[in-house]
């Protein structure tokens, strides 16, 4: 099992699969390495692609508001990474491939922080993650317990952007995901005032 500093540099010198050759930067991931809660997304955009950080375009933006309703910051209690860590051109769906070449990567990460939570952002990471079968329509903010970790998924940023009459579910779901922190974290609001 390595740690995180040799998980982090195998993943930047990565060539396991096609997107090594058009990348600019091996998005990693983001936040502090003791994080109760994982968010997953699909993979890194134009925006990520530039500057090796993770949800920094518009996604991203909208994404970090999701996360202050709930009182969640990246820098400070969230851990957010992608299921590929390299922009698959053209912003496409991932490839199935390109997948199972880089999810060892998000294995080792989980190992390694060993989350309580993990919220899938969209359907690449609910059916990668869930269940193959996953609709994210159907099922997102459901819940399901899988090796001791809970996991829910919520609508991608991007989708809310596209359509902004699913934000009001996603609202709700966001405050069950607050609900869910408070009965299975120990620390991640420790240093918030109680409400
Ligand atoms: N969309 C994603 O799924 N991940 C990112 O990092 C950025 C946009």
Redesign the pocket.
């Known amino acids: 099992m390595p740690d995180w500093y040799e998980l982090e540099s195998a993943c930047l010198d990565c060539r396991g699969c096609a997107l090594a050759e058009t990348r600019t930067n091996v ?1 990693f991931g983001v936040g502090p390495r003791d994080a109760e809660v994982l968010l997953v ?5 134009e ?2 692609d530039l500057t090796g ?5 518009r ?2 933006k909208l994404l970090d508001d999701m996360l202050a309703i709930i009182g969640l910051d990246r820098r400070s209690n969230v851990y ?4 590929v860590k390299c922009r698959p051109p053209q ?1 496409r769906d991932p490839l199935n491939v390109e997948q199972d070449a880089c999810i060892g990567y998000l294995r080792n990460q989980t190992a390694l922080l060993r989350p309580k939570l993990i919220v899938c ?2 359907r ?2 609910a059916t990668r993650l869930i269940r193959e079968d996953y609709k994210i329509t159907r099922e997102h903010g459901q819940w399901v317990e899988k090796k001791g970790i809970w996991m829910t998924a919520i609508y ?3 989708a809310l952007l596209r359509d902004p009459r699913k934000r009001p579910e996603t609202f709700e779901d966001l405050k069950a995901i607050q609900a869910k922190i408070r009965e299975t974290c120990t620390h991640t609001y420790s240093e918030l005032p109680a409400l």
């Open positions: 998005v997304g699909e993979g890194p955009g925006q990520e950080e993770p949800f920094v375009g996604a991203g957010i990474t992608n299921i912003n952002l969209g690449i990471a991608h940023p991007s």
